[in-house]
């Protein structure tokens, strides 16, 4: 862009940009959202599987959340939080959340709980992890400073850490996951493996040559895109790691609680969180360097309340400095209420927990019969709502062209090279359905797309049913019962 102020509606520089970011990208999300497929109000709509969204128990817990008596507002829920910036009745079911309810797999009597207990103070709370990542990364970090991100890595990391913050994105590339059909699809283990480690060093020594100061390692356990678990041991010599560097470890653990097992991956890798880890006595790292980030969105189904988490032990200073641009973006206290409500019905959270993970199980088989079926490899996911899908052998082989279709080019008025993964994805979105292109992960290869499977049994079988016909694949999934929980 070039330096000279342009005078487009009065609006600065910074507007530009800013209107050049939502006039792109944005402005078709949006207008694939508002263009949804509903069975019975829009049933030619998109068939979205390109975003993380779980709608498994949504009637339940929309019944929960409007039973009478739910929403116990008191007059301090209208004035301005007594901490910043939720109440402190939200943060002590969050940090009850964190003491006594177990995450991943384990049960009651397995689950080691945080080292250290989560006190209401240890706890910022904002409106959504986009919002916490943004706030954690501009007081890490200066601007122009490194974080490592191991890749493929969840799209929005790149807006949340440069848009405000300017952090660089420092990749770290993890051993490639491999795809499999039917039972040749494996975990992947070698991309969580200890090795990985000298992938960081090399990418931190390569970064010091370029003059980049890197302050933190950032790691999505579980992970996005993949859908994968890093072993404990993996996560211990990522804290050594960052010991030996004085980086900051930000441990992005937004999938915790929905973590399931499979046909595929009966016995899937442990999930253990980097709260229950000594890493002091494990690694030699500082805990003042940990953080965790989470959120309502994921776990709990309920993007739409907007509640993120970011928990600090032993950082006070890095809190109460996040809070002045978490001033900006504060919950709303019915939806923390709401979610407080959630958290604290001990006997409804313990069967919402478990019957979204029965649901996870049941939609993912599904869905890799579906694939297995056509002979479509994929990599069997553990966690979160979607799994990778190879679809390399369906991309034209034909040159990049230039293109001006459904995509953001059609928003922004650019050309841009189509390749031939973002011809598929095209050809998804007219036939109705979305899913994510693995270059928007930064996958290495093309022709992986992400695919979320936890929406609502009839969407879903729509949408299979309408990759079949854009694939050219013998219609099948339409003569199968679908999915009933
Ligand atoms: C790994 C990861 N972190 C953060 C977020 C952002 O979540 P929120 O809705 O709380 O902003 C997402 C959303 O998909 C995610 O997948």
Redesign the pocket.
Known sequence: MSDQPTAKNGLSRRGLKDLEEMSGRVAILLKMFANQFDAKSNPDGIVVLG???NSLCRTELVEFFTSPGRLQLEPRDLTYADHFYASTRVLKAIAGLYNDVPDGLYSEKDWKPPLKRVEEGHILVG???????DACFWDLCDEGDGVLLSAP??N??DE?LSFRAKVQIVQVHMPEPKSGSGSDAKEPKASFAVDIIKDYEDALQKAKAKGIKCRAVLI?NP???TGGIYPRETVVALAKFAAKHDLHLVM?E??ARGCFTTKAVPNPTPFDSILGIDVEKEAGLNPSHVHV??????DFSI?GF???IFISQHNPDLITSMGANARFAQTASPAGQLFASLLNDRKYLAWFLQENRRRLTITFDKVTEFLSHHGIPFVPSNA??FLLIDLQKYLSDGEQKRDGIAGQEAATGQESELTPERELTHKFIEGGVMLAPGSQYHYPAPGFFRMTFSIEPQALQVGLSRIEKVLGLPSWITSQPPVQF
Do not use: Q
């Open positions: 975003i993380a969204d409106n959504g992890a986009t919002e916490i990542i890595y969840y929005a990391f949340d999505c992970h996005n895109p992005d937004i999938y980030i989470s959120s309502a969105s994921k993007n907007r509640i993120g979160g709502h």
